[in-house]
């Protein structure tokens, strides 16, 4: 049962999201990120190991929450995602960029759509227009709305795990979370 007094996931994970892993499966971890944050950076390494090790135990959402006071690249960064996922390319565009957090200026990140065989123009005027903006600012909302103040923060089946994002962590609080489906499916 959640208490009424643990953070929730206000904006419930939906068909707008971006989802990675297993899509029939009852453990859902969200991600508020932020591509210039080196912790979020850090976190993508667990992400990508708990995605090998257990993918087929959870789905992963990834959400923006630029913080564009102390990362500056980080608005345009999120707005290139969301214009490379229009493209149906959202997840290598994630990993790029944070394979590369230290390299997040425009000429980068037009880079990058070219070696991700983007539509270049396209992932241009996506960029230079802000056609992304609201999306991301949407992300940002349902972050604050949802008691994200910093990144990464991560919400487990709706509430916000406010523990240690190590690998270790993280896998056993997904595998206790997927504990009620097998007790029912044993019943």
Do not use: K
């Not at 904006?11 to 859902?28: E, K, S």
């Not at 990993?95 to 880079?111: F, R, S, V």
Request: hydrophobic share 40%.
């Amino acid at each position: 049962m959640i208490s009424r007094f643990e953070p929730q996931l206000i904006l419930p994970v939906g068909p707008r999201d971006h989802i990675r892993g297993a899509r029939d499966t009852n453990v859902t971890l969200v991600e508020y990120g932020d591509y210039e944050c080196p912790f979020c950076g850090q976190a993508h390494g667990v992400i990508m190991e708990l995605l090998d090790q257990i993918g087929d135990r959870f789905r992963f959402v990834f959400r923006n929450f630029p913080l564009t006071t102390m990362h500056p690249h980080a608005e345009l960064a999120a707005e290139a995602a969301e214009a490379a996922g229009a493209q149906r390319r959202f997840w290598e565009m994630h990993d790029t960029l944070y394979e590369n957090q230290d390299a997040l200026e425009p000429e980068d990140l037009l880079q990058y759509a070219a070696d991700l065989d983007l539509d270049v123009d396209q992932f241009a005027s996506d960029l230079s227009s802000h056609a992304f903006e609201r999306r991301v600012r949407e992300d940002f909302m349902s972050g604050v709305r949802s008691g994200v103040s910093g990144t990464p923060t991560f919400f487990i089946n709706g509430v916000r795990h406010d523990g240690p994002w190590d690998f270790d962590t993280l896998a056993s609080e997904i595998l206790a979370a997927e504990q009620p489906r097998l007790r029912r499916m044993r019943a």
